[in-house]
């Protein structure tokens, strides 16, 4: 592991004081934002460093290359929706010590409950602000929501088409797995296992 140079990190894609470039033999516990509880989690799947981590393959894929609208979404599936929230409240669940932080989608169609779960930075969710969500519509006792979507302004750029699926524990979740492959490949530098007169020799590119 070493320091990143400040031209280096220019580049990286994460806002912070400073950041390592790891080695593929490093801990797991390296990357940035792994703590001890996501690392006693990782070893349960086999994952110890950081090339067990980007060997961690997804699954499958959910599909959100389609937007769709409140009234025409599919429950229990892959769905992206594009609209705006125009409503945020945050309370403490009764049933267990969650903090809850419900808003109020909405589209040309109809309104949809969003809800999170756990600790959620709501200073950066916009209001009345046209955003894309993506998750799974579920049926509570005849009530629609959507729980812990993710979500993007639309004036950063289109929704995800693709997003992986990745084999979980207990605890883990998609968005965990998901943000530490992410900041690992950010941060690491593979070394090629070809040469470079055999990726010029067969028309393959380097990694």
């Known amino acids: 592991m070493y320091f990143v140079n400040n031209e280096h990190r220019n580049h990286l894609c994460y806002d912070v004081e400073y950041m390592f470039l790891l080695e593929l033999s490093d801990s797991v ?6 703590g001890s509880a996501l690392v006693t989690k990782f070893k ?6 950081v090339e067990d981590l980007l060997w961690h393959l997804p699954a499958s894929y959910d599909d959100y290359r389609s937007t769709l609208t409140v009234t025409s979404a599919p429950v229990g599936k892959p769905i992206c929706l594009e609209g705006k929230f125009i409503s945020l409240a945050h309370r403490q669940s009764w049933r267990r010590n969650l903090q809850l ?19 959620f930075t709501r200073k950066n969710l916009p209001i009345d602000a046209p955003v894309y969500i993506w998750g799974q519509i579920e049926d509570r006792d005849g009530k629609l929501q959507i729980t812990n979507p993710q979500w993007k ?4 750029g289109p929704a995800p088409a693709l997003q992986p699926v990745y084999p979980l524990t207990t605890g883990l979740t998609q968005w965990q797995v998901r943000q530490a492959i992410n900041k690992s490949l950010a941060s690491v530098s593979p070394t090629d296992w070809f040469s470079t007169d055999f990726l010029k020799q067969h028309k393959l590119l380097s990694i």
């Open 29 to 34: 516990s390296q990357v940035h934002g792994v």
């Open 101 to 119: 932080t419900e808003a109020i989608f909405s589209d040309e169609t109809d309104n949809l409950p969003v809800i999170w779960f756990g600790k």
């Open 44 to 49: 349960k799947l086999g994952i110890g460093t």
């Open 153 to 156: 302004k639309v004036s950063d």
